[in-house]
Each structure stands twice: as structure tokens, then as C-alpha cells.
């Protein structure tokens, strides 16, 4: 089941099921010690019962005997009698020597084996204890001997009518209700803690997380919030340490270009120009690499088809030979600069090494959530299968077709891959049947509220 592979919902599935055994046994329990109650009960009472039976025969004449057993109440007590010469030499229960006691000495109590036939028939829709009737006999002063059977008590019915359903589906409502807020309680904490990692990736100067709730939380959350420190730390130190480079480096590559124009070897001179430019185009382009992991750009609503009619229009001002097929109305969250730069970085790499770039959008849909596609395609030779997940690593170069000879120092997939994560977007790669690289670039939608 889905439910169950959501930690909340197991802590739901647990909470629910531990407390129905609890309950069940607690009813066990209760029932167990209803049907012990009732056996005290029998010993107890029925005893009374007894004793004020024997005392009222054992003072009667024998010739009333009979008309007053006819006429009292037998609750549970059936009286016949005995001949006289009972043996007395089996072993007398627990009920009888009870009762005994009760008598007192002037009675004789002794056990009878006990013939569920000779039990007396209980009424219509009585439910009798597993015990069966117990068979005395009592002798009384003047030597009568008499039968007396006694019935188990009655034992309640089951709970199982109308009103004890609807509490038990009441009682069972209210537990699942009440474990329902202890997990989503339980769970949110940590919910929260994985959307502030998610969206970690996406903002390194995101806020901090809070820190409240209970104790383990907020030892969590202090960890988190103290690594988030860190590695924003380390990442302005790093695009600080590539600045300060990339600006100390310029002075003496500017003094270069100039003595380098003093070069009287024409062919000399254009090489160590073109080396010199190769490097300053590294510098810049690692500089981008490391604003594009640290981007303290804004999010905000952009019209996504503006933005890429944009980017075409000025890569054909340029001289590129981009064709654009536009799908208006569709808004995404953005940072807009970043993701131009994103886009001009894809559309480059494909005119640089496929001739031609063709953008189109298309609208989809992807886990119940609108998205937005982008596909840039270009008429190049394409990249190995094999080889489309390591371009996306810094300073990788497919050396048959995307080597340093026709420009690029291997940053601009990997910049770009860093702007669609940052975007909750993704950057798929894919050979076009008729020859040429597709590039994918999934982005959510920012519907209207």
C-alpha cells in the first residue's frame, strides 16, 4: 500500500492497531473477570438461597413439605427426594463443602455425580455458564434426604447488539481520528526538515529553519541550520576565491594583449592572442559555474515565452541561425537572469556544435502537475548514449565532436544543469532519429491562483 511507505503512515498503522489489541485484551479481560464475578456470585448467593430453603423445610412437618416446595420460588433450586441410604464415600466439592459450612453440623451435605439429563431445563434464551448444575444431598433432622440441584447463574449476553456496534465503530473512529493527528504530528517535523533540505539545493540563502517543538527537533534542526552555515561558507569562499582570480588576472592578461601586439611574427602572434583568449573565456566561464551554485537572485512569476522569444531574437541578432515556435500564456517561478543564462548556454552549445538551434515548448503533465517542456534541437552528430550523463560534469569534452579546438571549456551543460535543478527543473539529453541532439528542459508551472 502506498499509505504504508510514508513513515506517517506507518506510525498511523502502528498507533491504530496497537491500541485495538489493547483493547481487545482489556475486553478479554473484562469479560474474564464478569464470568469470575458470577461464579463468586453463585457461591455466594445461591449458598443464601440454600440456607433459607433447608432452614424452612427442616422446621416444616413432612406433610407440608411438599405444598410449600410446590408454591416457593426455586430460583435456580430444584429439591426431590433421596432414600435414605446415600453413600457418603465420594468426595464432596468445593460448592458442597461451601454449603456445609453454611448448614452447619446438623446437616449432612455430600456431592452427587452430576447426569446433565436430571438438570432442570433453563428458560428460552438463557445463556448458562460453561459450569454445569450441581447435585447435593442434604439430610435433614428427622433423616429426610433430599436431591438439590442447582443451576449456574446466567451469564449476561454477548455485547453484540445494535448500540454496542455503533460504539465500538465510534470508539474505533475516534482512535483512528486520534492516531491520525499524533502521526502527522509526530511527522511533520520531519516533513518540514526534508522540504528545507529540498529547498536547500534550490536557495543556499534560504532562512534558517526554526528552531522549536520538542527537544530531538530542535537538536535537528540545529544541526541542519549549522550545516547550511557551512556550506555557505564554503561556497562564498570559493566564488570569493574565483572573483578575486578572475579580477587579479585581468590586469596582467590586459598588459599580455598588449605586448603581445608587439610581436612582429604575425602567425605567432594570432596563436598566443588565441590562447590568451581561450583563457580568459575559462576564467569567466568557471566564475559563472560558481554564481550559478551560489545565486542570490529572487524567484519570481516570469512569462516563460517572452523570455525565450528574447533569448532567440538576440542569438539571431548575433548572427545564429535560431527558429522559435512559442506557446504564450504560461507562467513560471524563476530567477530571471539565471535561467537566460541557462537558456543562451544551451542554445549556444547548439548552434556551436550543431549548426542550428529549433526551440519549441509543450505543455504536459507529469505526477498530476502541469510542466513545461522545452526542447532545443540542433543538426549536429550528437553525443553516445553512454556518454550524455558525463557531459554534465564540469570541464568534460566529448572529444570527436566537443573538443577545446572548436571552443568551450566544458562548463556551460554543467552551468545549466545547475540552474534547472534550482528551478525544481531537469536536463535530459536525447539523439534525434534523423540525426542532430535534442535538449529537454522540464520546468513546473506556476498556475494561476
Not at 213 to 232: D, K, L, P, W, Y
Not at 246 to 251: A, N
Not at 377 to 395: C, H, N, S, W, Y
Not at 442 to 447: A, G, H, R, S
Amino acid at each position: 500500500m502506498a499509505m504504508l511507505s510514508s513513515m506517517w503512515g506507518r506510525v498511523f498503522g502502528a498507533l491504530l492497531i496497537g491500541v485495538l489489541l489493547s483493547a481487545t485484551l482489556t475486553v478479554w479481560l473484562a469479560f474474564g473477570e464478569r464470568e469470575k464475578t458470577l461464579m463468586q456470585y453463585r457461591e455466594s448467593h445461591s449458598i443464601d438461597r440454600i440456607e433459607q430453603l433447608i432452614s424452612a423445610l427442616d422446621t416444616l412437618p413432612t406433610a407440608n413439605r411438599e405444598s410449600f416446595l410446590a408454591t416457593a420460588p426455586r430460583l435456580g433450586l430444584e429439591v426431590t427426594t433421596l432414600p435414605e441410604n446415600i453413600s457418603d464415600t465420594g468426595p464432596r466439592s468445593d460448592y458442597a463443602r461451601a454449603v456445609s459450612e453454611r448448614l452447619g453440623r446438623n446437616f449432612r451435605v455430600l456431592s452427587l455425580p452430576t447426569d446433565p439429563s436430571t438438570c432442570p431445563r433453563p428458560p428460552k434464551n438463557a445463556v448458562l455458564m460453561r459450569v454445569p448444575c450441581e447435585a447435593l444431598s442434604i439430610t435433614l433432622h428427622d433423616g429426610t434426604v433430599l436431591r438439590l440441584t442447582v443451576m449456574p447463574p446466567k451469564t449476561p449476553a454477548p455485547p453484540l447488539r445494535d448500540d454496542f456496534i455503533q460504539y465500538f465503530f465510534l470508539f474505533l473512529t475516534f482512535i483512528a481520528v486520534l492516531a491520525l493527528i499524533i502521526a502527522r504530528m509526530t511527522m511533520r517535523p520531519l516533513r518540514h526538515m526534508a522540504e528545507a533540505a529540498t529547498a536547500l539545493g534550490q536557495d543556499i540563502n534560504r532562512p534558517p529553519l526554526p528552531e522549536k517543538g520538542a527537544s530531538e527537533i530542535v537538536t535537528a534542526t540545529r544541526a541542519f541550520n549549522a550545516m547550511q552555515a557551512r556550506i555557505r561558507h564554503h561556497i562564498s569562499q570559493r566564488t570569493h576565491m574565483l572573483a578575486a582570480i578572475t579580477h587579479d588576472l585581468q590586469t596582467p592578461l590586459t598588459r599580455l594583449r598588449l605586448r603581445l601586439e608587439k610581436v612582429s611574427d604575425v602567425e605567432l602572434r594570432e596563436k598566443l592572442i588565441g590562447d590568451l583568449s581561450a583563457m580568459q573565456m575559462m576564467i569567466r566561464e568557471g566564475l559563472d559555474l560558481a554564481r550559478s551554485i551560489e545565486s542570490s537572485e529572487a524567484r519570481r512569476p516570469l512569462d516563460i515565452d517572452s523570455l525565450l522569444d528574447s533569448v532567440c531574437s538576440d542569438a539571431s541578432e548575433a548572427g545564429q541561425d535560431v527558429s522559435f515556435s512559442g506557446l504564450p500564456g504560461i507562467t513560471v517561478l524563476a530567477k530571471p537572469q539565471a535561467l537566460r543564462r541557462c537558456l543562451t548556454n544551451l542554445i549556444d552549445n547548439a548552434v556551436k556544435y550543431g549548426h542550428y538551434a529549433k526551440v519549441s515548448m509543450s505543455k504536459e503533465k507529469e505526477g498530476g502537475k502541469d510542466v513545461l517542456q522545452i526542447f532545443i534541437r540542433d543538426g549536429g552528430a550528437g553525443i553516445p548514449t553512454e556518454l550524455q550523463e558525463k557531459v554534465f560534469e564540469p570541464f568534460y569534452r566529448v572529444e570527436t565532436s566537443r573538443s577545446r579546438e572548436s571552443g568551450g571549456s566544458g562548463l556551460g551543460l554543467t552551468i545549466a544543469q545547475n540552474i534547472a535543478q534550482q528551478h525544481d527543473g531537469q536536463l535530459q539529453l536525447r539523439n534525434l532519429p534523423e540525426g542532430g541532439l535534442e535538449v529537454r528542459l522540464t520546468l513546473p508551472i506556476q498556475n494561476p491562483q
